[in-house]
């Protein structure tokens, strides 16, 4: 990653975290907002490694974005669906 | 009404202290104290290639043993938690989808964990990574099966091990050196080379076997329906 394109690429995915986090607040549908908040994970795992911390990268790809999606999955199975 | 117009003001409160403070944060461009030290020495003194792990594992591994005790607190009371009030989620078969993923992924995914747990001293990656990502592969195999799983007896002992062996590990350090997680009890190698860097490859095989037992064993909690 080039030094000037950094910061347009960081602050374009900054805003679209944001954004998907206000979406994930405001979403009718449960399963949406789980899978929106783990694009958020995701989006800082790429983040992270844009900005060289891979090690920080490869655990939160793994944890934030594979990890925590199955058990907020499994807590929304628990209570019943979409409600 | 009043609960939002007080979280508002709460909120307006914390944004103008950040809005206060930030500016004054100084960053400066040179590395000073401990991490200059780690920067310019940790790769004499450590052997490994990766600084992160050779703090984390060796300068830092103390820490990383209590944050291996935390963890272990954690996974055993959700296992202990989720058997005595299992949550019996129906079990739907797979998908077409499902069912042929989790046949395909879970060699290539076990095969990257070993990979970041195996070059912790030399690329990225490290004994919790590691085990997550194998923990993952465990949980794509359930996930494409209708089966509940049973007794995690044997993760357990697997589990108990590897905390055994990181205390040891620990003491070894003791025995030789007089200090405890001594890095050096090893010697260090040549930085780069797969066998190098003293303990630190041992540690992170270590935790990522602890971290991928918990967490499969948190996986096959979640499953678990009750009874026997």
């Known amino acids: 990653m080039s030094d000037a394109l950094f910061p347009v690429v960081a602050i374009t995915m900054g805003i679209m975290m944001l954004a998907a986090g206000i979406v994930a607040l405001y979403v009718r549908r449960l399963l949406s907002a789980i899978i929106i908040v783990a694009f958020v994970s995701l989006s800082a795992s790429v983040l992270f490694l844009l900005m060289d911390a891979t090690d920080v990268a490869v655990t939160e790809a793994a944890v934030g974005a594979v990890v925590s999606t199955m058990i907020f999955l499994w807590g929304r199975g628990k209570i019943g669906g979409d409600r | 009404m009043i609960r939002s117009i007080f979280g508002l003001i709460l909120v307006l409160v914390l944004g103008a202290i950040m809005v206060a403070v930030v500016p004054d944060i100084e960053y400066s461009e040179e590395i000073h104290g401990v991490g200059l030290h780690y920067t310019s020495q940790g790769m004499q003194e450590t052997g490994s290639a990766n600084l992160v792990t050779a703090v984390i594992v060796a300068y830092r591994g103390l820490d990383t043993l209590g944050e291996v005790v935390v963890l272990f607190c954690a996974s055993t009371s959700v296992v202990l938690i989720l058997s005595l009030y299992p949550l019996s989620l129906k079990v739907s078969r797979p998908s077409f989808i499902v069912a042929q993923t989790s ?12 990979y970041l747990i195996a070059h912790s001293h030399l690329s990225p990656g490290g004994g919790f990574p590691g085990g997550a990502v194998i923990a993952s592969a465990f949980l794509l195999v359930m996930l494409g099966g209708t089966g509940v799983p049973g007794s995690s007896r044997n993760l357990a002992a697997v589990e108990s091990l590897a905390g055994l062996s990181f205390g040891l590990l620990g003491f070894w350090g003791v025995m030789k050196l007089g200090q405890f997680l001594n890095n050096l009890v090893l010697g260090t190698g040549t930085p780069g080379s797969l066998v190098s860097a003293g303990l630190i490859p041992l540690i992170s095989l270590v935790i990522g076997i602890k971290v991928a037992s918990e967490l499969s064993s948190v996986f096959a909690a979640f499953r678990y329906k009750g009874g026997h």
């Open chain 2, 103 to 114: 046949r395909l992924l879970p060699a290539p995914i076990l095969l990257l964990g070993l």
